[in-house]
């Protein structure tokens, strides 16, 4: 994408030169993935494979899924439990994820489970370069059609700590004539329930016609940063385990994802010293809280177009300040900067300059800051004595 630049002369004695443009060039690159390295299905349904990217795209995302056999003792076996060959996918502009079919056959035969593999063969967009990420392979479990398993639709939710809820979804792997409820609960590990997240139990009830179902888990901000990710588990139990076994993904993964920062900036814009009372004083602040003790480097140095100089009025350096874990918002933190004392009078005031450098990305520092160094000194001028004495004829030499 463009926009113009165009200069503006303040009068008709000043000529610009014509607009320039600005190029926005798009960096990001898409990496598409499989939702799962595991999925299962009933013979004679459908086995539904999900594709999706890791962000939204301008463009359509368009490749395929290959359906292969296996070398294994469980293998199923090509144009009689399932279909081989390359389903197309496409994942709009707007959307994550897209799910292929990948046509099973009921055999029959009460078998146990065969297995298959399905990978994503290529994935290219008109709009630009798709990588493919991990996992790019999944295994197709075919269950016998005498039971029906359920399963979560992936088994790693990732979620920002600041996005309110996050959505699990659990699927039925085959066909019922009747409503079946499931229970999915909550399992604390790392994240605490009532600080990170909200505890849930809830019944799902699945119509014969349905296929999948979600349900929302409040996610808790409690405005600390740096705390790191957080998990917990995501289970669930069917009426009768016997008819309605549990599938490839028993368990869902939620991850907290910490991904906040710290902005750290000076408690003012100019700090003032007497050149006779130094050292200078310059303070900082943090929010919000971190649940780490967070460090920044003070460095002082001379103006662009110097007035204080470095050794001369000031030390020139690094000071470290650090601001210990769980200390409260807008707390200030200080370092002093000694101040040069040459007790010369009636010098010009003159400033040098204090930056704040961060640790890390995840430290968002505010601009520079100013250090004034007012000269206070006031000469007193006086007679260098009361008496004074010549001979006649001779100037009377009189000193101040």
């Given at each position: 994408k463009?926009?113009t630049?165009t200069?503006?002369?303040?009068?008709?004695?000043?000529?610009v030169?014509?607009?320039?443009?600005?190029?926005?060039?798009?960096?990001?690159?898409?990496?598409?993935?499989?939702?799962?390295?595991t999925?299962?299905?009933?013979?004679?349904?459908?086995?539904?494979?999900?594709?999706?990217?890791d962000?939204l795209?301008a463009?359509?995302?368009i490749?395929?899924?290959?359906?292969?056999?296996?070398?294994?003792?469980?293998?199923?076996?090509?144009?009689?439990?399932?279909?081989?060959?390359?389903?197309p996918?496409?994942?709009?502009?707007?959307?994550?994820?897209?799910?292929v079919?990948?046509t099973?056959?009921?055999d029959?035969i009460?078998?146990?489970?065969?297995?298959?593999s399905?990978?994503?063969g290529?994935?290219?967009?008109?709009?630009g370069?798709?990588t493919m990420?991990?996992p790019?392979?999944?295994?197709?479990?075919?269950v016998?059609?005498?039971?029906?398993?359920?399963s979560?639709?992936?088994n790693n939710v990732p979620v920002?700590?600041?996005a309110?809820?996050?959505?699990v979804?659990l699927?039925?792997?085959?066909?019922?004539?009747?409503?079946i409820?499931?229970t999915?609960?909550?399992t604390p590990?790392?994240a605490?329930p009532?600080?990170?997240?909200?505890?849930?139990?809830q019944?799902?009830?699945?119509?014969p016609?349905?296929?999948?179902?979600?349900?929302?888990?409040?996610?808790?901000?409690?405005?600390i940063?740096?705390?790191g990710?957080?998990i917990?588990?995501?289970?669930?139990?069917?009426?009768s385990t016997t008819?309605?076994?549990?599938?490839?993904?028993?368990?869902s993964?939620?991850?907290?994802q910490?991904?906040?920062?710290?902005?750290?900036s000076?408690?003012?814009p100019i700090?003032?010293?007497r050149?006779?009372?130094?050292p200078?004083t310059?303070?900082?602040?943090?929010?919000p809280?971190?649940?780490?003790?967070?460090t920044?480097?003070?460095?002082a140095?001379?103006d662009p177009?110097?007035?204080a100089?470095?050794?001369?009025?000031f030390?020139a350096?690094?000071?470290?300040?650090?601001?210990p874990?769980?200390?409260?918002?807008?707390?200030?933190?200080?370092?002093?900067?000694p101040?040069?004392d040459?007790?010369v009078?009636?010098?010009?005031?003159?400033t040098?300059?204090?930056?704040?450098?961060p640790?890390n990305?995840?430290?968002?520092?505010?601009?520079?800051?100013?250090?004034?160094?007012?000269?206070?000194?006031?000469?007193?001028?006086?007679?260098?004595s009361?008496?004074?004495?010549?001979?006649e004829?001779?100037p009377?030499?009189?000193?101040?």
């Open positions: 463009t926009f630049v200069l503006q002369p303040p009068n008709s004695r000043v000529v030169s014509p607009p320039s443009q600005v190029l926005i060039v798009d960096n990001y690159v898409p990496t598409v993935t499989l939702t799962s390295t999925y299962m299905t009933q013979e004679g349904q459908p086995a539904q494979v999900c594709v999706t990217k962000l795209t463009s359509d995302i490749g395929v899924i290959t359906a292969n056999p296996i070398v294994a003792s469980n293998a199923a076996t090509p144009l009689v439990q399932f279909k081989n060959g390359s389903y996918f496409t994942i709009a502009a707007g959307v994550r994820v897209t799910c079919n990948i099973t056959y009921d029959k009460m078998t146990d489970p065969r297995v298959f399905a990978s994503i290529q994935a290219t967009s008109t709009g370069a798709v990420g991990n790019s392979t999944a295994q197709v479990t075919i016998d059609n005498s039971v029906i398993p359920f979560f639709v992936t920002p700590k600041n309110n809820t996050t959505t979804c699927q039925k792997l085959g066909n019922s004539t009747q409503t409820s499931v999915v609960y909550t590990l790392t605490l009532g600080v990170d997240f909200t505890p849930v139990q019944t799902l009830s699945f119509l016609s349905d296929t999948i179902k979600c349900l929302s888990i409040p996610i808790l901000d409690d405005g940063a740096f705390t990710d957080k917990f588990k995501v289970g669930f139990n069917t009426s008819l309605y076994p549990k599938g490839s993904i028993p368990e993964t939620v991850t907290i910490d991904q906040s920062v710290v902005r750290v000076f408690t003012a700090y003032v010293v050149q006779s009372q130094g200078a310059v303070c900082i602040v943090a929010t809280r971190a649940a780490v003790p967070v920044v480097t003070v460095v140095g001379e177009s110097p007035s100089r470095a050794s001369t009025d030390s350096g690094s000071y470290v300040i650090t601001i874990a769980n200390t409260p918002p807008q707390s200030p933190f200080c370092t002093n900067i101040i040069v040459n007790r009078a009636l010098q010009p005031n003159k040098f300059t204090v930056t704040l450098q640790p990305s995840r430290v968002v520092v505010s601009p520079p800051s100013q250090v004034l160094i007012v000269d206070n000194y006031v000469p007193t001028v006086t007679l260098t009361t008496t004074y004495t010549t001979q004829g001779q009377a030499q009189v000193c101040v």
